[in-house]
Antibody, heavy 128, light 113 residues
Framework: QLQLQESGPGLVKPSETLSLTCTVS??????????WGWIRQPPEKGLEWIGSIYYTGSTYYNPSLKSRVTISADTSKNQFSLKLTSVTAADTAVYYC????????????????????WGQGTLVTVSS | DIVMTQSPDSLAVSLGERATINCKSSQSVLYSSNNKNHLAWYQQKPGQPPKVLIYWASTRESGVPDRFRGSGSGTDFTLTISSLQAEDVAVYYC?????????FGQGTKLEIK
């Protein structure tokens, strides 16, 4: 059974950089049939997609966060990571990592699919 | 961005009765190359991550009870729970994966009447 586990500091000071890592077990992030994404959820609010990465390093980012976000992958450790710079209280949220299916056929590649496996999430609070 | 709008925001249904949640996208999420609606439904219980129930608008994820049914096409979609059980109390989200930025509805909170 695929498992994803987020890790990183639970408290970040305003203006600093939030850094999280997602460790994948019982599956490989180097698979050609998956993207790997980050989604966040402020307390008592809805879900916001942050961005997704393919094992080759190809990324999609949410334009609303793009100037502050970097997602990277370390295939040797079977991990992918999120960095969010210049954080404010508005970045306080539960951060989830998740897997997206992906298909490329003779006609080309489709967009990554829905999120089928999720980590348990980690709460990151931005406060001094 | 594709805006996903759910209705209602909250819903109270008696045990054994039907629950219906609607989701409208600001543009069609029907992908012409595969003739599939790039629309999923998730269930989120307190303290847990979302769990996918339905994808391609109407395909039930493995292990999901058949009382959960997804329908619709283009811009209008519905999640129906045919006979509400106590364990179905949760927040439900629709999600479009047609084009980035991938977006979610605001959520519908389902409770027992």
């Amino acid at each position: 059974q695929l498992q994803l586990q987020e890790s990183g500091p639970g408290l970040v000071k305003p203006s600093e950089t939030l850094s999280l890592t997602c460790t994948v077990s019982s599956g490989s992030i180097s698979s050609s049939t998956y993207y790997w994404g980050w989604i966040r959820q402020p307390p008592e609010k809805g879900l916001e997609w942050i961005g997704s990465i393919y094992y080759t390093g190809s990324t999609y980012y949410n334009p609303s966060l793009k100037s502050r976000v970097t997602i990277s992958a370390d295939t040797s450790k079977n991990q992918f990571s999120l960095k969010l710079t210049s954080v404010t209280a508005a970045d306080t949220a539960v951060y989830y990592c998740a897997r997206q299916g992906y298909y490329c056929g003779s006609g080309g590649c489709e967009q990554p699919y829905y999120f089928d496996y999720w980590g348990q999430g980690t709460l990151v609070t931005v406060s001094s | 961005d594709i805006v996903m709008t759910q209705s209602p925001d909250s819903l109270a249904v008696s045990l054994g009765e039907r629950a219906t949640i609607n989701c409208k996208s600001s543009q069609s999420v029907l992908y012409s190359s595969n003739n599939k609606n790039h629309l999923a439904w998730y269930q989120q219980k307190p303290g847990q991550p979302p769990k996918v129930l339905i994808y391609w608008a109407s395909t039930r994820e493995s292990g999901v009870p058949d009382r959960f049914r997804g329908s619709g096409s283009g811009t209008d979609f519905t999640l129906t729970i045919s006979s509400l059980q106590a364990e179905d109390v949760a927040v439900y989200y629709c999600h479009q994966f047609y084009s980035p930025p991938y977006t979610f509805g605001q959520g519908t909170k389902l409770e027992i009447k």
